[in-house]
């Protein structure tokens, strides 16, 4: 008995450890990334967010950029602000959940609630009908924003996005762990944060790779406060459901009508592009698929100017896309970063997946 009673004066001691370490991580993480931005509630949710606004013979219309999985509104920002800047009204989101903004109502668990979050900030700030560029997870919710809220939707740009099933649907073991009730609840508040910490600079180049991890992407970008417990639990929670929720709304693609281009790497590691590239470019009619070799998960960080390029497309710009990609795909031939053997791939082959 003795021996059962130290065991357990042992383990809850390690508990507590685990979790003062991540308390201290917490106080870290938002002392070198406080919020940059403003902030405004919208549909019960307090939303950060960063707005440029556009010149006044600015030659594109409003443009609303949502990230993906794990990330904040800085990591589309710092790429594509300063390009863009004086060109457009630009909306950068901090989803919510994520970065500095609230969680919020329970439906924001779902791209369709963030959707109709996002929407309603458009409103709070009389911002017009936009060009919505999402990247990864971000892509699903502006598939979605095109469906819920068309009259505020001038065009898509769609970059190494999520948007339909995938075989096996499973995600990460530490989304599903997270995700599940009282476990991953203890699980984020002690081991996510150190844990998660200590894997971040390899795991953060692996979703880069093949291509250049950015010198100080991961401070500049503010990616620590993903562990956060709060935002880590979000982000298993969008994670997790995300495929169930693709299921159901993929079949409605068809119904989107703008302008859209849908940028996809060959070397991404991280998600099905063959199957949600693809999927975009047969579902969204009218829709263009620019493929660019040797290209991993980071269209926004490692092709700003295909980027930009098929932002101006979108807005009706007379620009030639294919040589914009031409462009990107001579600058990173050679690139073998990583390096991508090494990187643990999210994706298992699609032969393996479907056996």
């Not at 009204?89 to 959940?97: N, S, T």
């Not at 700030?125 to 990247?135: D, F, K, M, Y």
């Not at 997790?240 to 281009?261: M, S």
Request: charged fraction near 20%; charge should be negative.
């Amino acid at each position: 008995m003795n021996l059962v009673y130290a065991f357990c004066a042992f383990l809850l001691a390690l508990i507590l450890v685990a979790a003062g370490v991540t308390r201290v991580g917490v106080w870290m993480a938002e002392r070198k990334n406080p919020p940059s931005g403003s902030f405004a509630t919208v549909n019960d949710t307090r939303m950060h967010f960063v707005r440029v606004p556009a010149a006044a013979d600015a030659p594109l219309p409003p443009i609303v950029f949502i990230h993906g999985a794990s990330g904040n509104l800085r990591d589309a920002m710092l790429p594509l602000r300063k390009t863009l800047e004086g060109r457009a009204d630009m909306l950068f989101v901090d989803r919510p959940g994520h970065g500095w903004s609230a969680r919020g109502p329970a439906d924001n668990a779902t791209p369709a609630g963030q959707a109709k979050t996002i929407a309603a900030l458009m409103d709070h700030l009389e911002i017009g009908p936009a060009i919505v560029v999402g990247h990864s997870f971000g892509g699903a919710i502006a598939a979605t924003f095109a469906l819920d809220h068309p009259q505020k939707t001038a065009g898509l740009v769609f970059l190494a996005a999520v948007s339909h099933p995938w075989p096996g649907a499973g995600t990460a073991w530490y989304y599903e762990l997270t995700a599940t009730p009282l476990i991953g609840r203890l699980f984020s508040e002690t081991l996510a944060l150190p844990g998660g910490a200590l894997r971040m600079a390899a795991a953060t180049a692996c979703v880069f790779a093949p291509n250049r991890l950015p010198e100080g992407y991961a401070q500049e970008a503010g990616i620590g406060l993903v562990l956060r417990p709060g935002t880590f639990r979000a982000n298993a929670q969008d994670v997790t459901g995300l495929y169930d929720y693709v299921t159901q709304v993929a079949p409605r693609y068809g119904e989107i009508d703008t302008p859209t281009v849908v940028i996809s790497g060959r070397r991404d590691t991280v998600v099905y592009e063959e199957i949600h590239s693809t999927g975009l470019a047969r579902d969204i009619p009218g829709a263009r698929a620019v493929w660019i070799d040797n290209l991993g998960h980071k269209p926004d960080w490692t092709a700003p100017d295909l980027t930009v390029a098929a932002i101006e497309t979108v807005a009706g710009l007379d620009r030639d896309l294919a040589a914009a990609a031409r462009e990107v795909e001579v600058r990173i031939a050679d690139d073998a970063f990583g390096p991508i053997e090494n990187c643990p791939d999210e994706k298992p082959p699609l032969n393996a997946a479907s056996r």
